[in-house]
């Protein structure tokens, strides 16, 4: 499984775009990399997942490097309701190791 | 969407006294749920894996004669803290998926209080 690096935390204002890094540079070429958010007393919720190309759902966007060693998961307009600590694992769903994820405060 | 469901949300229990949580897959059969416990402003910690069928797979560090894991159905596993102590008192998290290689659905966890 992969070891993912993430910043502790992170500031957004409203309406403004955000990017969040990580770092996975362990990562194997068939793993894939997962984005998580998780909102206080609550499970994770499900951000998006890629392989290799950048993917594009109604929540959010992932760029994932050329060499797969790092990804960013890119909201583009943050809200309040995005504020909650965002996990990204790398590692097939058989065993996903979460690191201490990157908390988001999005501010009015 | 897939959607797991646990319960209960939150038990207070007295100390040397057993928990049972359950996890159910409402929409899916799930032949492998995975269980975390977080304590506070701490990240999700695996467990174990719980096998339909089988015997569960536990982490390193994990007791399994104090974790029982039982993973009768496709839609249901329950864990059982037995003889808890004020030690275990954490956030419990069960998941599934609901085929190979797809993303992790959670349940809202259970948050366990040990008097």
């Known amino acids: 499984d992969a070891k993912t690096t993430q910043p502790n935390s992170m500031e957004s204002n409203e309406e403004e775009p955000v990017h969040l890094p990580c770092n996975h540079s362990?990562?194997?070429?068939?793993?894939?990399i997962h984005w998580y958010r998780q909102l206080p007393s609550q499970g994770p919720e499900y951000v998006i997942h890629?392989?290799?190309s950048n993917v594009n759902n109604r929540m959010a966007s992932l760029a994932i490097a050329e060499d797969r060693k790092s990804s960013t998961l890119i909201l583009h307009r943050a809200t309040l309701r995005d504020a909650a600590v965002y996990y990204c694992?790398?590692?097939?769903?058989?065993?996903?190791?979460f690191g201490t994820g990157t908390r988001l405060q999005v501010f009015p | 969407g897939a959607v797991v469901s646990q319960h209960p949300s939150r038990v207070i229990c007295k100390s040397g006294t057993s928990v049972k949580i359950e996890c159910r897959s409402l929409?899916?059969?799930?032949?492998?749920m995975f269980w975390y416990r977080q304590f506070p402003k701490q990240s999700l910690m695996l467990m174990a894996t719980?096998?339909?069928?089988?015997?569960?797979?536990?982490e390193q560090g994990v007791e399994k004669d104090k974790f029982l894991i039982n993973h009768a159905s496709l839609t249901l596993s329950t864990l059982t803290v037995t003889s808890a102590h004020p030690e275990d008192s954490s956030f419990y998290i069960c998941?599934?998926?609901?085929?190979?290689?797809?993303?992790?659905?959670f349940g809202n966890g259970t948050r366990l209080t040990v008097t």
């Open positions: 998941s599934a998926r609901d085929r190979y290689q797809s993303p992790l659905h």
């Open positions: 362990t990562i194997s070429g068939t793993d894939y």
């Open positions: 890629g392989l290799t």
């Open positions: 694992t790398g590692g097939n769903t058989d065993k996903l190791i």
């Open positions: 929409d899916f059969q799930a032949t492998t």
């Open positions: 719980s096998n339909e069928g089988s015997k569960a797979t536990y």
